[in-house]
């Protein structure tokens, strides 16, 4: 160590739905469309190589904050 005040690495951490919809207060249906017609909402992880329809996916949690962080900004825009 050289005394010098190191910066925080960043920790990565990944989101399952259930907290996706809690963070974001949309209900798993909302969270589906909005993967299909909002480019910026977060695209999931998959977790697996599994091709199934209910392979297990997450979503990294700093871009689900930045998009709310996005939604909390924009509400007075639109007005």
Do not use: C
Request: glycine fraction near 6%; aromatic fraction near 6%; charge should be positive.
């Amino acid at each position: 160590m050289n005394g010098q005040p190191q910066a925080p690495v960043p920790l990565l951490a990944l989101v399952r739905m259930p907290e996706l919809m809690s963070l974001t207060g949309l209900a798993r249906p909302t969270v589906y469309k909005m993967l299909k017609r909002d480019p910026t909402f977060p695209k999931p992880v998959k977790l697996s190589d599994s091709k199934a329809r209910n392979a297990p996916v997450a979503f990294v949690l700093s871009e689900v904050q930045a998009w709310i962080q996005g939604r909390i900004e924009a509400r007075g825009q639109s007005l």
